[in-house]
């Protein structure tokens, strides 16, 4: 069941136990790391939920129909305005309203609320009120990235599962079956830790392409003047903006495995398909140069972070590299 989602098998038999059972279950929580596949796993045990079809699997009953349309009366979807947005107390109010409501079309209404534990404290209290008293028939979803920033009384009411990461093989195969090489494939899983979202946002970032010229900006340092490197290896034009915070990110992620190299624990590196020029770059730098430019770049980011023009925080940062290396 539900084989297009990767891994999570132990809650994927839990949720198959529920349906083969009379259906009723207590509210439920998922929750754990952003991007391994907990919205779609809820949205897609509301479908089976819904679905008024004795076969399996079903070859398109109304209510799937409904579904596969965004229109389906007995699906309601509460979710962030935009990424770090609270969910808001008019969002419940609605919700609190279509309550009063019997399903429609199905034998159940189900209520998904991503990113929950982003409800602000009046949202909250509404929940709660409704799972104090739920409605005939109805089930909600809670999903979420941190079970502790939900209200206690709220997760005293819900059957909670954990989501883990996805294993590095999950990812890299899902990548494949969209169309990235086997070595390209392999680098994004490692470097997304375990969340497919997170690969399939560095994919299409080209990522691989910008640690690549990182990995070359590193090969080469020292330089006799850093404005040949700033100049070599430019900030991104400001339409391309989001490419220089990840150009800092890959070249932390790189800086990391250096240390890990310097270290000889080079199993541990995110960078697997290219270990051997990051052993070779980093043989000729001391483990405390290699955290003195881990702190840097962390610098910088902060930097970027507090809108700091990014052209001038990656210029000093070349050049305080570059001087770091040349240093005895």
């Known amino acids: 069941m539900w084989e297009e989602i990767s891994g999570h098998q132990q809650n994927k038999e839990f949720l198959h136990k529920l349906l083969a059972g009379d259906k009723k279950t207590s509210p439920l929580l998922f929750h754990g790391p952003e991007g391994v596949g907990k919205k779609l796993l809820a949205k897609a045990f509301a479908k089976e939920l819904l679905c008024l079809s004795q076969a399996s699997p079903c070859r398109g009953c109304p209510s799937c129909r409904a579904l596969a349309a965004n229109a389906h009366p007995d699906f309601l979807l509460v979710e962030q305005e935009a990424p770090g947005k609270d969910i808001v107390i008019e969002q419940m109010k609605e919700v609190a309203r279509q309550a009063a409501f019997a399903p429609h079309l199905s ?102 392409d910008v640690r690549d010229r990182m990995l070359e900006f590193m090969e080469n340092l020292p330089a006799a003047r850093s404005l040949q490197l700033v100049a070599a290896y430019p900030w991104p034009e400001k339409t391309a903006a989001g490419d220089g915070q990840i150009m800092l990110k890959m070249l932390l992620y790189l800086l990391r495995d250096g240390l890990f190299c310097s270290e000889k624990l080079s199993r541990h590196v995110y960078n697997t398909d290219v270990v051997q020029r990051v052993e070779k770059c980093f043989v000729r730098w001391s483990t405390k140069k290699i955290k003195i430019m881990i702190r840097l770049v962390q610098d ?25 290396l040349k240093e005895e």
């Open 107 to 208: 034998a159940y209404r189900v209520c998904v609320i991503d990113a929950a534990d982003y409800m602000n404290p009046t949202a909250a209290n509404s929940l709660l009120k409704l799972l104090e008293e739920p409605p005939a028939n109805w089930l909600f979803i809670l999903v979420a990235a941190s079970e502790a920033r939900l209200l206690a009384t709220i997760r005293s009411r819900v059957i909670s599962l954990r989501f883990d990461v996805l294993p590095n093989r999950a990812v890299a195969d899902k990548l494949r079956l969209g169309g990235a090489t086997a070595a390209e494939a392999e680098a994004l899983a490692s470097l997304a830790d375990g969340s497919l979202a997170n690969a399939l946002a560095l994919q299409a970032a080209q990522t691989i």
């Open 300 to 324: 910088s980011l902060k930097g970027l972070a507090a809108n700091a023009p990014g052209k001038v925080v990656w210029e000093a940062l070349v050049v305080n590299m570059n001087k770091t």
